[in-house]
């Protein structure tokens, strides 16, 4: 009875009477490891793992400069947010995109200049 799989590496064991050539075996681990080296580099569209980096920890300076001299309570009343909320995104921890559109409308800032430093903040 043949096997019914839709994995071509069991088809190929399953064709070469359960032995894995080691030719496949070295295919199949060479271009895991090309697939891998690609991801470390690169994140979501191509977009250099290093450059997502950095623009992730340009946010938090962002948000306290939009913030200005207001404090954090203040600052979070006025969106609608917890101040645990701005807290946690002035230190780092990247924003949720309903903070980041609800600060964008509220303070008239540009998502392109918070997110990536593009343009002006003011639009």
């Not at 080691?22 to 580099?41: D, H, N, Q, V």
């Not at 980041?100 to 997110?115: F, K, N, P, Q």
Request: proline share 4%.
């Amino acid at each position: 009875m043949p096997m019914i799989e839709s994995d071509p590496t069991s088809r190929q064991v399953a064709r070469s009477g359960g032995r894995h050539s080691s030719r496949a075996k070295r295919k199949e681990l060479s271009m895991a490891g090309r697939t891998a080296k690609k991801s470390a580099k690169t994140q979501s569209a191509g977009v250099p793992k290093a450059v997502l980096e950095k623009q992730k920890k340009l946010i938090p300076i962002r948000l306290a400069q939009v913030r200005g001299e207001r404090s954090q309570r203040s600052f979070a009343r006025e969106l609608g947010v917890f101040q645990q909320n701005v807290n946690r995104y002035e230190s780092g921890t990247t924003p949720h995109a309903d903070f980041l559109i609800t600060l964008a409308v509220r303070e008239g800032i540009s998502l392109d200049w918070l997110l990536m430093g593009k343009g002006r903040a003011k639009g």
